[in-house]
């Protein structure tokens, strides 16, 4: 866990109004702020930040709470990414538990390799837009249609013609050979055996430099893509594999798309870096590539958080084709549905939108078919499908991609349409099905698992005397204060309206620090910072606020009695109460309206 002390750290050195400002402008309304609300779609502002509460709050669609919500909400990540994040962004550094010395060179290695590959981008990057060597990448760039604007926005780079430039720059800079190796921008010379002969080189040499980055907008490797078609090494070289990069578990351009991904639920798979680019810059941003051609798993675990459906896009030839295959098992276990696109021949998405436009991508995209679907029409071309043999052959294979279908109505779905493409019962398909594989399980998935369920309302709504006293609790420490000094677990407890009430007197804050009550609402399930945040936007609280939280905690008092009658005289008139206790539950009820109106006195 981490320490509630450094949570109320992090919240103190991140500002509300500074961290969403950097997602989004903030429009200033006397002393709060406002925008349309990134959670919804809407043409009337109603998303409200209070900067002296530290929360925001949206009226239209109920999202509230702290800055750390926000970050969770906006990133699509959990709690404890959401703190990450926010230390990393002031500059505190977060430690969960001790580290051994082994894990704290690692940990010293990946801030190294990450200054390293933040650095080496900026080099690369000078280079293409300053140096004469780099004429023919700028010139490749150009003829592509990419910009002045969006080299930049991208930070595409150029590797110069040398064997050594990059690794004299990094050496120059301050790396030690063991961090430059590490970093797998160098690699060694081997003999004929494929044993290491002599030093190490550049990796990346007369090429235009792609940076990737992880989700966050960190530089963790790079793509080189040739421009001497007769150049030695293949059309791209990439990064080997790193402390900071795994090939399977990076979608390539997420720090840009991942806002658009989640606003569509729907994602363009297109195969490269240019492509994606180029989509992304005409304006059909909710785009993304994989590293290889075909998805891993980990890929498709993390485009789950962010769509419901996949759109693969790539080229019609048969590599493509085959690598749409391969993607679909672990987009399946997902729980994400598959359709695909088909680019006219000879033609990618880079040369579509370049050549005809935007609008002739788009169009594409929206005629994509199911992935099955479109399977079955393949399938359909060869002769050998319209025999019976082939027909059960075809079903047979596209059992095994039914199956892992997780979700059971989409299944039953799927089902009924490939049966009746095939010609074939229904029931004979299912027969086909084996079970489908039990979801794998990873730290991320256990950590969605252990957190709060959004989607069913938990709360009690408020009463008027509850949310004053809320209000007051949350705002003035004198009441604050008070309230701890009283039996509040014994009045609230039987009490449905008072559940956010025990949640606040449980909450450790001080309703004078900010950083505090950021801290708190952090530690809330959704609804409860919602319905906390919405307390908390009001501007200032009612005069004499110990003596409201007096009344009210009578107010309290009385109903509880009340309750308490109520259930002795329902026991009372139960026909299987003995005498005795009739007359027992009688002097009780009395006793309690004694009580009450004297309350009201």
């Given at each position: 866990m981490i320490p509630e002390h450094l949570i109320e750290q992090i919240a103190q050195a991140n500002d509300i109004?500074?961290?969403?400002?950097?997602?989004?402008?903030?429009?200033?309304?006397?002393?709060a702020y406002k925008a349309c609300c990134p959670f919804h779609h809407e043409k009337t502002a109603s998303f409200?930040?209070?900067?002296?509460?530290?929360?925001?709050?949206?009226?239209?669609?109920?999202?509230?709470?702290g800055v750390f919500k926000f970050v969770e909400l906006y990133e699509n990540v959990n709690y404890p990414e959401a703190i990450k994040r926010l230390a990393a962004k002031a500059g505190i550094r977060v430690e969960e538990e001790p580290m051994s010395a082994e894990e704290s060179a690692h940990q010293k290695l990946k801030q190294r390799l990450l200054a390293l590959h933040a650095g080496a981008a900026q080099w690369f990057?000078?280079?293409l837009m300053r140096t004469k060597a780099a004429q023919g990448a700028r010139d490749y760039l150009k003829k592509r249609g990419f910009t002045v604007e969006v080299a930049k926005s991208w930070k595409l780079g150029y590797a110069p013609e040398s064997w050594d430039a990059l690794t004299g720059w990094a050496i120059g800079a301050g790396y030690r050979d063991d961090e430059i190796i590490a970093s797998g921008l160098v690699t060694w010379k081997e003999d004929e055996q494929g044993r290491r002969s002599g030093n190490f080189y550049d990796r990346f040499r007369d090429r235009l430099m792609f940076p990737i980055c992880n989700d966050i907008g960190e530089v963790i490797a790079f793509s080189g893509r040739v421009l001497n078609p007769d150049a030695f090494g293949g059309k791209y070289v990439n990064s080997p594999e790193t402390p900071l990069f795994i090939k399977g578990n990076v979608l390539f351009g997420l720090q840009k798309t991942k806002r658009p991904l989640i606003d569509k639920k729907a994602a363009i798979v297109v195969e490269g870096q240019i492509d994606l680019i180029t989509a992304y810059e005409a304006g059909v941003q909710n785009v993304t590539a994989s590293q290889g051609t075909a998805f891993t798993q980990r890929?498709?675990?993390?485009?789950?958080?962010?769509v419901d459906e996949v759109i693969l896009c790539f080229d019609s030839d048969a590599a493509g084709l085959k690598a749409a295959g391969k993607s679909l098992p672990h987009l399946l276990e997902a729980g994400l549905s598959v359709r695909v696109a088909e680019m006219p021949v000879g033609q990618d998405p880079d040369s579509l939108i370049r050549t005809e436009g935007a609008d002739a991508f788009i169009r594409q995209i929206a005629q994509a078919r199911d992935f099955f679907e479109f399977?079955?029409?393949?399938a359909a071309a060869d002769p050998e499908f319209a025999t019976p043999k082939g027909k059960a052959d075809f079903a047979r294979k596209m059992a095994e991609s039914v199956v892992l279908v997780s979700d059971p109505l989409l299944r039953e779905a799927v089902i009924h349409n490939v049966s009746a493409r095939l010609e074939m019962q229904p029931e004979y398909f299912v027969s086909l099905l084996k079970a489908p594989p039990k979801p794998s399980r990873t730290r991320e998935s256990e950590d969605q698992d252990n957190?709060?369920?959004e989607s069913q309302p938990r709360l009690a709504p408020l009463s008027n005397t509850t949310r004053l006293l809320c209000r007051l609790a949350l705002g003035s420490p004198e009441v604050r204060s008070w309230l701890l000094t009283q039996p509040w677990e014994s009045l609230f407890a039987p009490l449905p309206e008072a559940e956010l009430l025990s949640i606040v007197m449980r909450g450790r804050f001080d309703p004078a620090v900010p950083a505090t009550l950021g801290a708190f609402l952090a530690s809330c399930d959704a609804e409860a910072q919602s319905a906390l945040a919405e307390l908390l936007d009001v501007k200032t609280l009612p005069p004499?606020?110990?003596?409201?939280?007096?009344?009210?905690w009578r107010d309290l008092e009385r109903?509880?009695?009340?309750?308490l009658r109520d259930a002795a005289a329902a026991r009372m008139r139960m026909p299987t109460v003995e005498p005795a206790e009739t007359l027992r539950l009688q002097q009780r009820v009395l006793e309690l309206q004694q009580r009450i109106n004297a309350m009201r006195s």
């Open positions: 109004v500074d961290v969403i400002s950097s997602y989004f402008p903030l429009k200033r309304a006397g002393s409200s930040v209070n900067p002296a509460r530290q929360i925001f709050k949206c009226f239209g669609c109920g999202a509230g709470g990057h000078t280079n890929q498709a675990q993390i485009l789950k958080r962010y399977q079955i029409e393949r957190s709060p369920t004499d606020p110990l003596r409201q939280a007096a009344d009210c109903r509880n009695l009340e309750r």
